[in-house]
């Protein structure tokens, strides 16, 4: 088990450039579940140790996650509502963990705090990757949604490789506790595997 995480991890930290974390950040910020935290600060990481640039990570970043969003916004814009809950009422929607409830409780913070819901939403835990839908349904003004949007990834964004940039200092005490985070690491991401597996099998039921 250990020879595998430890491959998979040295596969992904050399796999990760400027185009996989804009990729990665476009996905991220679509519906499709992939955690920004994932992304941001193992290349951060790769910045402190010199193999990238901690400014061009941010920048792919945010141009990631404005290119995720857009795709939401679009598919608010031109399915309108009744689809769009229609769509997330699918079977394939439950899989990625796309919800009627969920564009609801998006929808609801779009309407309470307006076109700033689409910066502060970026900031809030199961309410980013969905903000963009409720603001393309409500024909939010496309060069609003681009300056909040950006200016809401920039700021996660920045405020996640600063953190782990300044973890950089401390490696040689992460080093030492490495193998303890494997392990903590491989945990919560078998858990969240089997929430996915449990929370379909349920919503199949």
Excluded: C
């Excluded at 796999?15 to 992939?34: D, K, Q, R, W």
């Excluded at 399915?79 to 564009?103: D, E, N, S």
């Amino acid at each position: 088990m250990r020879t595998i995480f430890s491959s998979i991890a040295a596969w992904y930290m050399a796999h990760i450039n400027y185009g996989t974390v804009m990729l990665l950040m476009a996905i991220e910020s679509s519906f499709f579940p992939l955690p920004s935290e994932i992304v941001i600060p193992p290349a951060a990481w790769k910045a402190a140790s010199g193999d990238m640039n901690i400014v061009l990570v941010v920048l792919f970043g945010t141009i990631g996650a404005l290119l995720g969003s857009l795709f939401n916004y679009g598919l608010g814009y031109f399915l309108g509502r009744k689809l769009i809950y229609k769509l997330a009422a699918t079977r394939f929607a439950k899989v990625i963990m796309v919800t009627p409830t969920g564009i609801g409780k998006a929808e609801t913070y779009f309407l309470r705090h307006g076109r700033s819901s689409t910066l502060i939403g970026r900031l809030v835990p199961g309410i980013r990757h969905l903000i963009s839908i409720p603001a393309g349904m409500a024909k939010m003004k496309l060069r609003d949604f681009i300056l909040y949007t950006v200016i809401g990834s920039g700021v996660w964004n920045i405020i996640l490789a600063g953190l782990s940039y300044a973890l950089y200092s401390q490696k040689q005490l992460l080093d030492k506790y490495f193998n303890e985070i494997k392990y903590v690491l491989l945990a919560a991401g078998a858990i969240f595997v089997v929430y996915l597996i449990i929370h379909f099998i349920r919503k199949k039921d």
